[in-house]
């Protein structure tokens, strides 16, 4: 009986590590203006252990200031398909960091192992929730 029961936590924990793993990796978007007068690039990068990082980069040709760097850093957790994001003030902002992440949800969405169809189905993230306006509805593409 303890063996069945060890080897069913072993199974469980293996499936339950294997799961995050499909979410961690790299995650980017690149919108450009038609007359490439402007560009956003949004990367996100999803560690496997629970930390991420985070860079956005515009470039707007009459914008003041022209170019814009923005960071942010933290911790993730998921469950089910959601992904949440916090940062702790104290170790996770700086000069640098300074986007804030809490209370930010993201959905991984990818092609269902029963759809066996053709259609094409990008693994990506969407925000879902966010304090930070301009994440709201943004997909970003695993790399």
Same mark, same amino acid.
């Given at each position: 009986?303890?063996?069945?029961?060890?080897?069913?936590?072993?199974? %469980?924990?293996?499936?339950a590590?294997?799961?995050? @793993?499909?979410?961690?990796?790299?995650? @980017?978007?690149? &919108?450009?203006?038609? =007359?490439?007068? *402007?560009?956003f690039?949004?990367? &996100?990068? &999803? *560690?496997?252990?629970?930390? %991420?990082?985070? *860079?956005?980069?515009?470039?707007?040709?009459?914008?003041?200031?022209?170019?814009?760097?923005?960071?942010?850093?933290?911790? /993730?957790?998921?469950k089910d398909?959601?992904i949440?994001?916090?940062?702790?003030?104290?170790? =996770?902002?700086?000069?640098?960091?300074? &986007?804030?992440?809490?209370?930010?949800?993201?959905?991984?969405?990818?092609k269902?192992? #029963?759809?066996?169809? =053709? #259609?094409?189905?990008k693994?990506?993230?969407?925000?879902?929730?966010?304090?930070?306006? /301009?994440?709201?509805?943004l997909?970003?593409?695993?790399?």
């Amino acid at each position: 009986m303890k063996l069945l029961l060890a080897t069913f936590l072993l199974i %469980f924990n293996l499936t339950a590590f294997a799961q995050s @793993n499909d979410f961690a990796g790299d995650y @980017n978007r690149i &919108l450009n203006g038609k =007359d490439e007068s *402007h560009l956003f690039d949004y990367k &996100l990068t &999803l *560690h496997q252990d629970g930390t %991420f990082l985070f *860079h956005y980069y515009s470039k707007i040709k009459q914008g003041i200031p022209p170019e814009v760097n923005k960071y942010g850093k933290g911790k /993730w957790s998921a469950k089910d398909n959601v992904i949440t994001f916090s940062s702790n003030k104290q170790e =996770d902002f700086d000069e640098k960091y300074t &986007l804030d992440f809490n209370n930010s949800k993201a959905r991984f969405v990818t092609k269902n192992p #029963r759809d066996k169809s =053709d #259609r094409i189905i990008k693994t990506k993230l969407t925000f879902v929730e966010s304090e930070i306006s /301009w994440m709201q509805r943004l997909d970003v593409f695993k790399i």
